[in-house]
Structures are given as structure tokens and as C-alpha cells.
T-cell receptor, first 111, second 117 residues
């Protein structure tokens, strides 16, 4: 059973702080890793994707991948109340389109 | 780029009727599209993979005769919920990726909220 695990939260952080969201996956053959943001009642929106070990930065967001530990994380710097949402980690295997989603972590950024 | 359009955004129907949901890739071709369902406060559940020019692949527990999928072109997939019942009320979301680019990410449509009365 291929699984993607996330802490459901909520993760509460003050405005301006760094929010750290974590995800582990079971399939060592996984090749691509994605973070989606989903506001309540809306569909998921792609935030970041990462394929190689290490860090990838895009604005206030940094994705970190450690394939040896089967661990992927998302850091949100200078968190804003508008970042409050559920963050979904998704993992995919080589040469296939089928994403495996985690259950999501709910982030709350309070003023 | 990579915009996925889904229609309608919401629909209310009576028990026993059928509802069709359309999913279009606007600026790319998609040989494969994916249909998800999401109940309140739950994660996305993949229902089926829609394949252009061939039969859809359904996930375990999803009734193929109830959820009819047609992928008639490289830019359009439809999901028809047949003989809908209140327990089919959910948020249905389609997604697709631009298969012209290796490992390109999935993009989601805006979803269709179905309410069966």
C-alpha cells in the first residue's frame, strides 16, 4: 500500500513566522513531489513541485526533499493570514500520472 | 499555462436524475485526465483515470456503471453521475497534466459541487 502521511493539524503560527509542513511517503520509487494549497470549498492549487534532493525556493515558499529519509517538507516564510488553508502533499512514481495524496495539514496563521 | 476548466461549478438535482460534468484542458492536450471526489473535511479520493480514445480506469470501489466517463478528445473529458442519490452529493474535481512535458504537475479544475435532493 503506497501511502503519503501528513499531520492533520491544525498547525497554528503567528503572522510573520515560518510555517513548516511535513510529509513522509512509503514508496521509494517515487520521483516527483508536489505541494497543493486548498482553501475551504475550493479545489487544490499547485504551490510547489520538486524532483531532486535538496531545497527549491519560490518566493516565500521553500520545498525540501530528502529521498533517503522519504521526507518532503514545505516552509512558508513570513506567514500571512491569507496562507491559512489546507496543504496537501502529493507524490508520484516514475512515468505515471497517478498522484497519491496525503490527507492534508490545516494551517492557521493568526494576526 | 496549463489551465483546466470545469463546468458546471455547482449543480442541484433530484434523486434518480443524471448529471454531466465537463472537464477541459484549455491550453494543452491531455491524453489522461483524472476525476476526484472530496467529501467535507476529507481528502481527495481518486475515482477514475480517463483515457482519450479508450475506456476509463476506475479505482476500487467506484461503480463504473454509475460514474460514466467519456474522453472523446484530447481536451475534453466528461463524468456523468447516473441515477444520482443523496449520498452522491460531493465535490467533484477533475485534473490533468500537460503530457508534452516530462513530469509536469497536475492542475485542477475549479470543481463541481453536486447536491442531490
Amino acid at each position: 500500500q503506497k501511502e503519503v502521511e501528513q499531520n492533520s493539524g491544525p498547525l497554528s503560527v503567528p503572522e510573520g513566522a515560518i510555517a513548516s509542513l511535513n510529509c513522509t511517503y512509503s514508496d521509494r520509487g517515487s520521483q516527483s513531489f508536489f505541494w497543493y494549497r486548498q482553501y475551504s470549498g475550493k479545489s487544490p492549487e499547485l504551490i510547489m513541485f520538486i524532483y531532486s534532493n535538496g531545497d527549491k525556493e519560490d518566493g516565500r515558499f521553500t520545498a525540501q526533499l530528502n529521498k533517503a529519509s522519504q521526507y518532503v517538507s514545505l516552509l512558508i516564510r513570513d506567514s500571512q493570514p491569507s496562507d491559512s488553508a489546507t496543504y496537501l502533499c502529493a507524490v508520484c512514481c516514475y512515468n505515471t500520472d497517478k498522484l497519491i495524496f496525503g490527507t492534508g495539514t490545516r494551517l492557521q496563521v493568526f494576526p | 499555462g496549463a489551465v483546466v476548466s470545469q463546468h458546471p461549478s455547482w449543480v442541484i438535482c433530484k434523486s434518480g436524475t443524471s448529471v454531466k460534468i465537463e472537464c477541459r484542458s484549455l491550453d494543452f492536450q491531455a491524453t489522461t485526465m483524472f476525476w476526484y471526489r472530496q467529501f467535507p473535511k476529507q481528502s481527495l479520493m481518486l475515482m477514475a483515470t480517463s483515457n482519450e480514445g479508450s475506456k476509463a480506469t476506475y479505482e476500487q470501489g467506484v461503480e463504473k456503471d454509475k460514474f460514466l466517463i467519456n474522453h472523446a478528445s484530447l481536451t475534453l473529458s466528461t463524468l456523468t453521475v447516473t441515477s444520482a442519490h443523496p449520498e452522491d452529493s460531493s465535490f467533484y474535481i477533475c485534473s490533468a497534466r500537460d503530457t508534452a512535458f516530462y513530469n509536469s504537475p497536475l492542475h485542477f479544475g475549479n470543481g463541481t459541487r453536486l447536491t442531490v435532493t
